[in-house]
């Protein structure tokens, strides 16, 4: 009879929600905080994957949802856009069903995951493919949410970082104390930002001790903060991070500074690599975009720049079902056997 509540009503009292907030859940949140075995080894560190494709549409985006739909709500809106490269649009598409709302979701031609389209789909958001990327399509939510009346979910409204923020409580509340080191991809750069203002809250109660480093990780064709500009055509096969505009650019570099961090960035082979690491050696199946913390954590190891004896957490962003296309290419095909135990044993090596 007790089961996580969502995490509005975990963490009411440091939320900016009243008595009278409708509170639209799927009871998002309180996701599982895994021992990585094979990445301690590797690294000489404590390294726990906070599994994100856990949350109920199987992404972090769940835990902005919920506070930025029961606002929405709260306001009277009666519809909700976001632009998005798929799990926004999911999670907005998933929560509006709950609100009893339209969501419009915007998303880039061509380029978001299949199992992310499924969704938006099947809980029956009103999509536009647009002509451009996600920077594009951030635009012209924008620009609907400033002349029509339909509410914006994205990240950059505010409360959404309210809702992300979450994540780092739970990471305190189960570990003790706040990790030395805090990975996470870094697209839109909404996360790092949460998990920032989260973290700095509870040392500031004296909930914990102190604060991370957050370390994040952009995909090499689509790193905009580790250049020092904007990318006009960004490209990555880890679609969910293909942006080249960051709308909170400003807060993910006062992450970095103010937490002795750092943002750097991963190339696509890396992030495979650390993708199929976590999926034969963690038994953790994530997106691509997901595994990015893990290549950076990796690519740092190999560069010295992580000393023994940390305790280190990466985020794991999104569940490795909404873009099962990386997964199966380049797989074997797997054999075919008729009805005969003999046979079946034979291929499977049992004899
Ligand atoms: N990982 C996944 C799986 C994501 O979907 C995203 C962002 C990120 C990481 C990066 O997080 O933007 O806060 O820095 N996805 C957004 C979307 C852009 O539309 O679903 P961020």
Redo the contacts with the bound molecule.
């Keep these: 009879t007790h089961q996580w509540r969502g995490i509005i009503e975990e963490y009411r009292d440091r939320l900016p929600v009243s008595d009278t907030t409708p509170v639209v859940t799927l009871r998002e949140g309180g996701t599982p905080l895994v021992p990585a075995q094979v990445l301690s080894e590797r690294t000489g560190c404590e390294v726990h994957l906070k599994v ?1 494709g856990a949350n109920p549409t199987g ?3 769940d835990r902005g949802m919920t506070m930025a739909i029961s606002k929405a709500k709260e306001e009277g809106a009666k519809a909700v856009i ?10 907005a598409a998933a929560y509006g069903v709950r609100a009893g709302m339209v969501s419009a979701v915007l ?1 880039p031609q061509g380029k978001i995951a299949l199992g ?1 389209m499924g969704q938006a789909l099947v809980h029956g958001a009103k999509i536009l493919q647009v002509d451009g990327n ?1 920077d594009d399509c951030l635009t012209l939510a924008r620009a609907l949410s400033d002349n029509y009346p339909v509410a914006l979910v ?2 950059v409204n505010p409360v959404r970082i309210e809702g ?1 923020k979450t994540a780092a409580f739970e990471i305190v509340d189960m570990l003790g104390d706040a990790p030395d080191i805090h990975v ?11 998990y920032w203002k989260g973290y700095k809250e509870y040392a500031a109660d004296g909930v914990s001790t102190r604060t991370p480093r957050m370390w ?1 990780f952009q995909a090499s064709g689509s790193a905009p903060i580790v250049r020092g500009e904007v990318v006009k055509d960004p490209s990555t096969i ?1 679609t ?2 293909r ?1 080249g505009n ?1 709308a ?1 650019w400003d807060f ?1 570099l006062a992450a970095r500074d103010e937490s002795g961090g750092a943002i750097d960035e991963v190339t696509d082979r890396e992030i495979l690599r650390a993708y199929r690491l976590l999926a034969s050696q963690e038994g953790v199946f ?2 691509p ?2 595994a ?1 913390s893990v290549a950076g954590l990796l690519k740092a190891a190999e560069q010295g720049k992580v000393d023994p004896g940390q305790k280190i957490v990466c985020t794991v ?2 569940n490795g079902l ?1 873009d099962p296309d990386w997964a199966v290419a380049g797989a074997p095909q797997p054999v075919t056997v008729p009805v005969d135990a003999a046979t079946a044993a034979e291929r499977l090596g049992l004899v």
């Design positions: 994100e992404s972090f985006k976001c632009a998005s490269t798929g799990n926004t649009s999911a999670s998303v992310k996600f994205n990240s992300q996470l991809p870094v697209g839109n750069a909404g996360n790092i930002t949460a994040g880890a969910a991070i942006i960051p909170s993910a994530v997106e975009a997901s990015a962003t999104g909404k």
